[in-house]
């Protein structure tokens, strides 16, 4: 008997010696760690734990793990200024849910306590991170980052980071941290806005500096959900890594094997439902392997096509493009895709074309366009044994059969199948998003608290429209009742998105004036989570003997991470008289989605009318992604109408995006040099249907700074007694240039609508008369 109670004892030991304990702040919790044994677990007590520097360091066994985890799931958020460092072995994090603040370190978790303490075989699951990230858009975090060994991070939902830094990092800048092994699976990465910059990842394995060492991470069975950051969303910059069964849905970038060499990407799903941007894979550098994918609806091109695989720099620097070699690209299936593009970013620097490459057995269905497109053409790419289904559109090209095939039902996927090429979908797991992601969390919905009211505010309450915002809720209007003089004696700053307008009774517009003797920054500034439709007002810079405004609207000076998005509709910007004034500016370091100005005069400026130029360092980084300006008329500005500036050679963005259609530009920066539109950097930018009369005289109409792959035109427009077209290849005018001398009705009093009859009558794209009707 004593015999039998010793094997039940020795048995059961484990759950007979195992401890637990609830801590309630952050020494308690480094206290009981240290302390805890092997198979214990400590509580976080059910609270709110703000601005706390937890440091966790202990030693499970990989039998015996100590957890560390809330009391009650959902009761324990971690907020403020407060991060979490991790060191020792077999702990497993549980549970915890960072909200509401941002780190004060470069991490908010970060699997080491300082450099001699590591963390090996730990552990961070069902953990949630969101709205904790840096108030200052370019003040770089992380909020995962890998050191020591065999680490894991699993079914964590990291929700919508804003600031610069990628979600999750893998450092190699230590030889205890390379050859890893770290896990990174089943976790819900949801949403990534635009960064606009360099520096919008998701995932980040490795650095160009320890580029050829080993990591051997692991990122299997996450979900992807319209990480949008940049042009790369998961960016491998290390060797023989493992990227497989991973899904990116509508995920405007790439898998990018950026550098390192012997990666191998298998069984990922990309699904772009025929969204702009979405990629696939691009390959860099050798020996990697790309088999078993599906590449469905994708509409990405260039460095975002479905697959592109890049030539590289002779004698490249660690951190620029090595060639790619010895890449085996097999048994992938592209439905509704452009071209396969072999030899991207062919340039003058990258000139070494892939070779030995194979790309063999793979199925493409409904291509949009060729089948492959190879820049370099000199045999270093193999086209072996590959089928296409129906290649109405593209010719066939050696190396592909036409077949048929059937389809294989996946979940709500119908996907072609074939035996003998593309992907093995019956195999194939293809997550879902409800596989992955901390199980217990649901995103609170942010409801607002009554039914958007429209507020009328007559010109002699013009001191009350504070107020009035103040106790605005997003998506109210304030009508302005009067067609007068609304003296303001401060700015109006926005933290919401409110509808500013003119009563639609009025004959002429409400005028915004300042009746303070200080300078005012702006009439309008828009802060962070504000944004602005205004419509039939107009803002006068200069009102008697009072203090000037150096802006009719802008986006804060202050730090800004969220993005903002401006309507402009039927407005007036006039007597701005400082050459750094101007009508509307993106300040620095801020971020607008969408520029949208429509029907509006811009007059009497002695700075820009509209100026998207204050990110002056050649980084790559820019202030508006969309900018669409239409049936607008500029006059008498000294300087520069529209100035738009994207400097230095950064490829990692899409924009900016430019739209300047059916407008007039008259007496416009005639300064020797001077330019009217500018568009230096812009990545797709179309100029049609407008005119330009008398302006840039000394120097150019329209000046741009192109790349050779940018998509930029000049067309159907109209260039009298006015500066040439200037860009870099010379190729962006098209073939309906025009000379003729616009007869405008009226233009002393701003009337630039042609007369009946006029030449200009029947230029356009559309077959009505060229530039502004107002």
Request: with cysteine.
């Amino acid at each position: 008997m004593k015999i039998i109670l010793y094997f039940l004892l020795l048995f059961y030991s484990p759950f007979v010696w195992a401890q637990s304990k609830i801590v309630k702040d952050a020494d308690a919790l480094e206290d009981a760690v240290k302390q805890a044994k092997p198979g214990d677990t400590v509580f976080l007590a059910n609270q709110e734990w703000k601005n706390v520097a937890l440091t966790i360091y202990g030693k499970g066994t990989a039998l015996k793990p100590i957890v560390i985890m809330p009391k009650e799931a959902k009761k324990v958020i971690i907020t403020g200024q407060s991060f979490l460092r991790i060191a020792g072995e077999h702990l497993i994090i549980k549970g915890l849910h960072f909200k509401n603040g941002y780190s004060p370190q470069r991490e908010v978790v970060t699997f080491r306590i300082n450099n001699d303490l590591l963390a090996n075989y730990c552990r961070l699951t069902e953990s949630v991170i969101e709205d904790f990230s840096q108030p200052e858009r370019f003040k770089n975090d992380v909020w995962v980052v890998f050191w020591g060994k065999r680490n894991r991070v699993d079914h964590c939902t990291f929700v919508d980071k804003l600031s610069g830094g990628p979600v999750i990092i893998a450092e190699l800048n230590d030889e205890r941290s390379q050859e890893n092994y770290h896990s990174i699976d089943a976790n819900y990465f949801k949403g990534r806005q635009r960064f606009g910059s360099n520096g919008g990842e998701t995932i980040r394995i490795g650095v160009s500096r320890y580029s050829l060492t080993a990591s051997r991470t692991q990122i299997i069975n996450n979900y992807f959900e319209r990480c949008n950051g940049e042009v790369e969303i998961v960016s491998i910059k290390s060797g023989e890594n493992n990227i497989s069964f991973n899904t990116f849905y509508e995920c405007e970038g790439s898998l990018v094997l950026r550098h390192g060499s012997n990666n191998t990407v298998e069984g990922n799903l990309f699904l772009g439902n025929h969204k702009p941007f979405t990629g696939g894979v691009r390959v860099i550098n050798p020996g990697h392997k790309v088999f078993n994918n599906v590449f469905k609806d994708l509409r990405g091109t260039a460095f975002r096509s479905a697959l592109a695989v890049m030539n590289g720099v002779p004698n490249s620097l660690i951190n620029r493009y090595y060639q790619v070699k010895d890449a085996n690209i097999e048994r992938n299936t592209f439905i509704n895709c452009g071209p396969v593009l072999f030899g991207a970013g062919k340039d003058a620097e990258r000139t070494l074309s892939p070779q030995s490459v194979t790309f063999s057995s793979n199925l493409m269905v409904n291509p949009t366009g060729n089948l492959i497109e190879d820049t370099n053409k000199d045999k270093g790419i193999s086209l072996v044994n590959n089928a296409v289904v129906n290649s109405a559109i593209a010719p066939l090209t050696d190396g592909f059969t036409l077949i048929k095939v059937n389809h294989q039902k996946k979940d709500t996927l119908s996907i072609p199948y074939h035996k003998n090429y593309g992907a093995d979908v019956k195999k194939l797991p293809f997550v879902q998003k409800s596989q992955t992601g901390a199980g217990w969390y649901v995103q609170e919905e942010v409801k607002s608290s009554r039914a958007n009211k429209t507020f009328s505010l007559a010109s002699a309450q013009s001191q009350q429209i504070h107020k009035l915002i103040a106790n605005a809720i997003s998506g109210d209007t304030i009508c302005f009742t009067d067609a007068t003089f609304y003296k303001l004696d401060k700015e109006i700053v926005l933290d919401k998105m409110l509808y500013l307008t003119a009563d639609k009774s009025l004959k002429s517009k409400p005028i915004l004036v300042n009746s303070s003797f200080k300078t005012l920054p702006a009439f309008i500034t828009i802060a962070n989570g504000g944004s602005l439709a205004v419509k039939g007002l107009a803002f006068k810079g200069a009102f008697e003997s009072y203090g000037d405004v150096q802006c009719g609207i802008r986006s804060t000076d202050q730090a800004m991470n969220k993005h903002y998005n401006v309507k402009i509709d039927g407005c007036e910007f006039y007597d701005y008289n400082e050459s750094t004034f101007s009508g509307f500016k993106a300040s620095k370091s801020t971020f607008a989605d969408t520029l949208l100005i429509t029907n509006s005069l811009f007059r009497n400026i002695s700075g820009m009318g509209i100026n998207l130029a204050e990110e002056k360092e050649d980084k790559g980084i820019y202030g508006v992604e969309n900018t669409i300006i239409k049936n607008c008329v500029f006059t008498n500005i000294l300087g520069s109408a529209i100035n738009v500036y994207r400097g230095g050679n950064d490829e990692s963005t899409l924009g900016p995006f430019l739209t300047i259609d059916y407008c007039t530009f008259n007496e416009i920066e005639n300064r020797e040099q001077g330019t009217v539109v500018r568009l230096s950097g812009a990545q797709q930018a179309a100029v049609t249907n407008s005119i330009f009369m008398n302006s840039g005289q000394g120097g150019r109409s329209i000046e741009f700074r192109e790349f050779r792959w940018d998509d930029i035109k000049v067309d159907d427009c109209n260039f009298y007694n006015s500066g040439r077209i200037d860009s870099f290849y010379g190729t962006v005018a098209g073939k309906n240039i025009y000379q003729i001398k616009p007869d405008f009705i009226d233009s002393s009093s701003f009337n630039f609508n042609l007369k009946p009859g006029s030449a200009l009558s029947d230029k356009s794209t559309t077959g009505r008369t060229l530039g502004a009707k107002l």
